[in-house]
Structure formats: structure tokens, C-alpha cells
């Protein structure tokens, strides 16, 4: 198997990371991805930063296995606590992602802009590095428990956790909504419905994909010419339950990606 012909590592605490991964297929259409979803050791978000980085470090091992020639960090609380620490280690390309903080600020006039993330997200240094530059009129918003309720494809249960968090700053002006978790890209038709139209809501996944494609060419990995790739999906949870939810999840993404395109 030459280089290029090698899969692509995709992986997320769960099933958040396959709202990425729908992105990186539409863009890569060519490529071969392997997704793991750490279920078993979900959430990351509100765990000690020593824990997610012993799950992630595991989980890296088991997609080198599967001879990965790049890695996406499908997961902001995995790349804010473990992204450095696996660039150190392996040398392949690992594409991580960040709450899109930068182009909200670009989109700011007078009002706020909300960051929807996990606790251990917001609390991390590379957090507050690009909160230095890019936060002014920032508001942070920790949402544990919300990506339980994708977990659970509770889409009822997220709609009424996001109506009491949103409820004190709808009044207010605001410009918009930033999701820093992939989680949470599979409430944007609920977030929709719920906030007004001039309010942009923004995700890291097109902006990671893009990354993807920019990285693999630069290192000769693109796979040119190829006809159409795979999606291989796999978990630490239990597969019988699991597998049959991330094709579910893989489906709505691929559709969100498509009702964006349009
Ligand atoms: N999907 C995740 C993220 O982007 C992690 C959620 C969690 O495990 O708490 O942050």
C-alpha cells in the first residue's frame, strides 16, 4: 500500500467527532477514513486533563495500528489538552481543532458572541491564548452534560438544556454563536430555530477539513485521482449499540453538511 493509499484517523470522545468526519468525506470524497469513538471513556470534557490524555494517548496507538498517514483530532477538549503532547510523540500530521473564536470575531459588530464548549475546553491554556486574541465581547458558556444528550440522540433533552442556557442573552444584542465542541454541530437546526437570523453560528469542522486537505498535499498524501473512499467506523464502547447510532449520526451529519451547502 503506497502512502497515500494509507486511511485517515478520525477520532472524538464519541459520536460528536462524525459531524467532522461527514466534512472531511464532502471535501475528500477520494479518501479512506477509519473514525474511533472513545465511548467507553466518555465524556472527556469534564474529566481530569491527565485522564483524557491517557485515553487519548490510547486511542492514537490503536489508529497507528490501523497505519494511519494523518490523524484528526475530531474533538476540541481532546487537541486543547493532548495536541501538543501527540505532535511531540508521532511523527505523522495530527490535524486538531479549536472553538472557531477567530472568525466570530471577525463577524462581531456591537453584540456579544457566546462560546459553547466543555469545561475542560474553556479552562485550558491554548484556550486562553486564543481568547487573548480573539475574545473581546466573548461570552464563555460551559455546558457539561449537553454532548450526553447527543450521546443519547436526545435531540428534545439538548433543546430544552439549550433553551435555559440561552434564555438571559436572547433579550440582549447578540452576533454570534460559536460551537466549540463537535458535539454540539448536531443541534445547529435546533440553534436555528431558536436564535434570530442575523445571528451566525460557527463550527470548526469546514475549517479542519480544509486544514486536511491544505497538510496531505503539502506532504505528497493526497490520494489524487481515486474514486470513492470508505468510511470505516469503530468505537471502545459496545458495538452492537454503538455502531448502529454512529451510522444514524453519520447520516443526519452528511445531510447537515449538504443543507449548508445549498
Ligand atoms: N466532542 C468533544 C469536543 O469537541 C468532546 C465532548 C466530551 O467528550 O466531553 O470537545
Known sequence: MTAQHQPI????????????LAELAHLL?????????????APYGT????EVLSHVRTVMETLLHRQVKAVVIACNTATAVAAADLRARYDLPIIGMEPALKPASEHRRQGRVLVLATPVTLTQEKFARLYDRYGEGAVLL????LMDLVEQE??????SYLQRLLEGYLSEPLDAVVLGCTHYVFLKPILRRMLPDTVEIFDGNLGVARQLRRVLAEKDLLL???????IELSTSGDEKTVLPQMERL???ARSLVLSEID
Do not use: M, W
Open 29 to 41: 470524497p477520494g479518501e479512506n477514513f477509519v473514525y474511533y469513538g472513545d465511548t467507553a471513556h
Open 154 to 159: 436526545d435531540f428534545a433533552g439538548a433543546e
Open 9 to 20: 484517523g478520525v477520532f472524538d470522545s464519541g459520536v460528536g467527532g462524525i459531524s467532522t
Open 142 to 145: 460551559p455546558c457539561p452534560g
Open 250 to 252: 453519520l447520516e443526519r
Open 47 to 50: 474529566k481530569p486533563r491527565e
Open 224 to 230: 489524487a485521482n481515486a474514486g470513492q473512499g470508505s
